[in-house]
């Protein structure tokens, strides 16, 4: 059963930057879609940012347009998140999305804290 698996959240402090990464368990077929989503406490999960294998289709949320960047290593199966100028609005779970061939997979989620 292949799983994703993330890495790199933390604690930082607002205006400060953080890393997400994300991959498979064990080799897939390619992804077509992998995402980035969030949830804060007793909020709703909510898409963060997205990106399709070609390329062709990159949305991201208003609240972290030209903060955040979603890339892809398509040779590895993997999405990163480069998240900059952090704002404490921005503490949440993050979980990684991915799909392919009907299936849909989610990470286990990984905490971002931004405080002083």
């Known amino acids: 059963q292949v799983q994703l698996v993330e890495s790199g959240g933390g604690l930082v402090q607002p205006g400060g930057s953080l890393r997400l990464s994300c991959a498979p368990s064990?080799?897939?077929?390619?992804?077509?879609?992998m995402a980035w989503y969030r949830q804060a406490p007793g909020k709703q999960r909510e898409l963060v940012a997205e990106?399709?294998?070609?390329?062709?289709?990159?949305n991201y949320a208003d609240s972290v347009r030209g903060r955040f960047t979603i890339s892809r290593e398509n040779a590895k199966n993997t999405v990163n998140l480069q998240m900059n100028s952090l704002k404490p609005e921005d503490t949440a779970v993050y979980y990684c999305?991915?799909?392919?061939?009907?299936?849909?997979?989610w990470g286990q989620g990984t905490q971002v804290t931004v405080s002083s």
């Open positions: 064990r080799s897939f077929f390619t992804f077509y879609r």
């Open positions: 999305y991915a799909a392919a061939l009907g299936r849909m997979l």
């Open positions: 990106m399709t294998s070609d390329g062709g289709t990159i």
